[in-house]
């Protein structure tokens, strides 16, 4: 059973200013959102943009290192890689929040260094270091695309209970008050009537 607020002319006018203002909340969101949405198709093209140069870099690397592997023999590459430590270290640093969002970087510290063997591999090294830098633009881009993505759907949510769930309640309560406040004036002019009429 739906709440009925009290039939009067001030509970009236509340209701008129609830209904202005969510209908002023709405359309704030509707641009928040369709803000969001223009951020999103300029991320989605750098984003494709960025895959794009990433697996023509692994071409590249891959050709160089097999290059190198054939120049050099696998035995001879595997004991290079057994001497050289780990690669590249990367961690995880939150950098405050921007426009509402928590945006997160990403920090490389690589620590192998360039071996001179074959020149494809000393190539194949250092196109791995610039790809590294690509994939983790491209890591802190994807997840801002999908952070992007969330606050859309969150913001369609609170549209569509806006316009499907809070302004309808308004409406079907303004549209109650309005009917209780011509009842009673109705019944008020037939009262003056009898009474007038009895004088």
């Given at each position: 059973?739906?709440?009925?607020?009290?039939?009067?002319?001030?509970?009236?006018?509340?209701?008129?200013?609830?209904?202005?203002?969510?209908?002023?909340?709405?359309?704030?969101?509707?641009?928040?959102?369709?803000?969001?949405?223009?951020?999103?198709?300029?991320?989605?093209?750098?984003?494709?943009?960025?895959?794009?140069?990433?697996?023509?870099?692994?071409?590249?690397?891959?050709?160089?290192?097999?290059?190198?592997?054939?120049?050099?023999?696998?035995?001879?590459?595997?004991?290079?890689?057994?001497?050289?430590?780990?690669?590249?270290?990367?961690?995880?640093?939150?950098?405050?929040?921007?426009?509402?969002?928590?945006?997160?970087?990403?920090?490389?510290?690589?620590?192998?260094?360039?071996?001179?063997?074959?020149?494809?591999?000393?190539?194949?090294?250092?196109?791995?270091?610039?790809?590294?830098?690509?994939?983790?633009?491209?890591?802190?881009?994807?997840?801002?695309?999908?952070t992007l993505l969330n606050r859309v759907r969150e913001y369609q949510r609170m549209i569509n209970s806006i316009?499907?769930?809070?302004?309808?309640?308004?409406?079907?309560?303004?549209?109650?008050?309005?009917?209780?406040?011509?009842?009673?004036?109705?019944?008020?002019?037939?009262?003056?009537?009898?009474?007038?009429?009895?004088?």
């Open positions: 059973m739906s709440f009925k607020p009290p039939p009067s002319r001030l509970e009236l006018i509340r209701l008129r200013r609830q209904l202005t203002l969510f209908q002023r909340i709405r359309k704030t969101l509707e641009d928040a959102r369709n803000s969001t949405i223009q951020r999103i198709r300029a991320l989605i093209t750098d984003l494709e943009k960025l895959r794009r140069e990433i697996a023509d870099d692994f071409v590249e690397i891959s050709t160089n290192f097999k290059t190198a592997v054939a120049k050099t023999g696998i035995d001879r590459i595997e004991s290079i890689a057994d001497l050289t430590p780990k690669t590249v270290k990367v961690e995880l640093v939150n950098r405050g929040t921007h426009m509402g969002l928590e945006v997160r970087d990403y920090v490389m510290y690589p620590t192998y260094s360039i071996v001179t063997e074959a020149a494809e591999l000393d190539i194949a090294l250092v196109k791995t270091r610039e790809l590294l830098k690509k994939l983790v633009e491209f890591a802190e881009k994807e997840t801002l695309f999908y316009d499907y769930v809070i302004i309808p309640r308004i409406r079907e309560n303004m549209q109650y008050i309005r009917l209780a406040l011509e009842e009673g004036e109705r019944e008020e002019f037939i009262r003056r009537k009898i009474i007038a009429s009895r004088i």
